[in-house]
């Protein structure tokens, strides 16, 4: 079956600082990956997705960025974090069709100081 | 993807069948109904999905209206676990949709012991 992790669970950073967090997901290839977020008391926003290595498409503009250095590696990225960065991020995957059912991760809980 | 409409709350006894309803007037041809739920400090979880007929898994019902207006999702026996936001979104099924699932507000379900 198929299972995805993400980590770390929660962070605290300060404003200004390096953010890397990290999605894998098991027992599927060529997923479809995404990065969402979800700030306080609002609905889910997608930020990046990707249809396969290297291969990454931004939905908004923003202070983040994405990688795929790997089939089942997706990375959200930021050089310097803002306040607004705060935000529980998810990492979804989903097949290869764009209608796909997308499966969770568990969330990285980010609040920036 | 077209738009949807949902009550903010319910509440529901437990042990007690839950009926959550969602209209879509706007719908199109293409377009599969998809219900998602998010528990509190996780990410959403699928729950089913369909497009004319009525389905049923192991989780939920979806009864789906003949002019696909709107749909019904039906949980049979509502447990604790089961008090979550519930979504319902529309996905085109010829994938010329985003691949974002577009979460509106939901609907806020609570049990009661």
């Known amino acids: 079956s198929q299972t995805i992790h993400q980590w770390p669970a929660t962070l605290v950073q300060p404003v200004g600082s390096p953010l890397s967090l990290e999605c894998t997901v098991e027992?599927?290839?060529?997923?479809?990956l995404y990065w969402y977020r979800q700030a306080a008391g609002r609905g889910l926003q997608l930020l990046f997705y990707?249809?396969?290595?290297?291969?990454i498409s931004s939905e908004v503009p923003q202070n983040l960025s994405a990688s795929r250095p790997q089939d089942r590696q997706f990375i959200l990225s930021s050089k310097k974090l803002l306040l607004s960065d705060s935000g529980f991020y998810l990492c979804?995957?989903?097949?290869?069709?764009?209608?796909?059912?997308?499966?969770f991760g568990p969330g990285t809980r980010l609040t920036v100081l | 993807d077209a738009k949807t409409t949902q009550p903010n709350s319910m509440e529901s006894n437990e042990e007690e069948p839950v009926h959550l309803p969602c209209n879509h007037s706007?719908?199109?041809?293409?377009?599969?109904i998809h219900w998602y739920r998010q528990l509190p400090s996780q990410g959403p979880e699928y729950v089913i999905h369909?497009?004319?007929s009525n389905v049923n898994n192991r989780m939920a019902s979806l009864a789906i209206a003949e002019d696909r207006k709107s749909s019904t999702l039906i949980l049979h026996r509502a447990t604790l676990r089961d008090a979550a936001v519930y979504y319902c979104?529309?996905?085109?099924?010829?994938?010329?949709?985003?691949?974002?699932?577009?979460f509106g507000k939901g609907t806020k379900l609570s049990v009661i012991p």
């Open positions: 979804a995957w989903s097949g290869g069709q764009g209608t796909d059912t997308q499966y």
């Open positions: 027992g599927t290839s060529n997923p479809n």
């Open positions: 990707s249809v396969g290595i290297g291969q």
């Open positions: 706007t719908i199109s041809g293409t377009d599969y």
């Open positions: 369909g497009l004319t």
């Open positions: 979104i529309l996905r085109d099924r010829a994938g010329a949709g985003s691949y974002q699932l577009t």
